[in-house]
């Protein structure tokens, strides 16, 4: 198939971005929301972003037009999908919505339409399985802000034809970004399974060690190559955003995450982070804040915990076949902003000093820590 007319469902946070850069690719996009009013405040902000471009000079006037002249706004269903070839699905994780969604534009779309969902947590197979087409579903997760992440997480479900998976590829590198292809629909996918759980792990590890935020941010910042600490990613993430992610990996797999109270106490009590002015930390106006962090701190604080907990589940990952290390460490560095290889921070450690640790955590706290075979053979 010759991929041209691209059709975005949901024109919210995540979707007038995947329009915008589909439009910056050249494809014709249309963009559809329940009401008009959305569409209308998607189409603003697609322009407030181009006019942004074009005063750093990353285009011209001209061509921001043109990115702007292929984005259709449109409300009608039917209308929206008749010229697709490929339907990319953005609206909010709630499966049922999601199902009704498929629904009918399973009813209205060509049969030889592919549908693409931007859903972080939900199960691919589960919603392919509702479509009369579930060999033309695939996952397509981009990140948040499409426009300048460069990572796209590909999932397929278990249906899923070969020819869609390498449409899929070839389209995101059309938009200029890099994918990594998550080979088994599993909970989390590749980031969310290395972040999510990583962020109730910092939780427990307050409470076990005794070290304060800024001493366990600083450490992962200076010692383990994050861009920034877990807690203040954790809040420019939203704790709305991870506690969802958690509510919905956990009720796929038990094993996925040990939930940390704190994180629902905090999304009950509204403290979502950035956008709500608290989450960890104190935020004090919308500007874009950063915590004091410093080696000095970073000297206070063993990461160890940490880089178990992630290592575990990247090695989980390989073990089930869902990934490599060599993906992985493209997903953590493009996804997560890592600046070192997880798998290069673990053999500085000492693969031996990790798997020791988790035994130790696991006779403590339980059979969540027991170590995954590859780590265990890496020894
Ligand atoms: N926000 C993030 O950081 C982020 C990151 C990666 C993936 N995602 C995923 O992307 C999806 C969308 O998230 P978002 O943050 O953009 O949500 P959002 O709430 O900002 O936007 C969703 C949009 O979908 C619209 N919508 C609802 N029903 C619709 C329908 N039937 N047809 C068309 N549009 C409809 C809503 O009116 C809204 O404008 C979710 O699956 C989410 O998990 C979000």
Known sequence: MNLKNITVLGSGIMGHGIAQVSATAGYNVVLRDIEQGFLDKAMEKIKWSLDKLVTKEKISQQEANAIY????????????????????????????LKKKVYAELDSVAGKNVIFASNTSTLPITEIANTLSRPEKFIGIHFFNPPQL???????????????????????????????????????GFIINRLFIPMVHEACYMMDRTGATMTEIDSAVKFKLGFPMGIFELADFTGMDVIHKATTEMHSRDKKVILPHPTIEKMFDAKKLGQKSGEGFYKYSDEKYERVPLSEELASKCDPIQIVANILNNASWLVTN??????????????GLGLKKPLFQTAKEIGIKNIVNELNQLASKHGKFYEPDSLLVSMQ
Request: some cysteine; charged content about 35%.
């Open 69 to 96: 002249s292929r984005i259709k706004p449109v409300v009608n269903l039917a209308e929206a999908v008749k010229d697709a070839h490929l339907v990319i699905e953005v609206v909010p994780e709630i499966m049922e």
């Open 149 to 187: 992440m460069k990572l796209v997480e590909i999932i397929p479900g278990e249906k899923t034809s070969k020819d869609v998976i390498d449409l899929t590829q070839e389209y995101v590198k059309s938009v200029k970004k890099e994918s990594v292809l998550c080979r088994k629909d599993v909970p």
């Open 321 to 334: 076949k869902a990934s490599d290390i060599e993906e992985i460490e493209k997903a953590a560095q493009l």
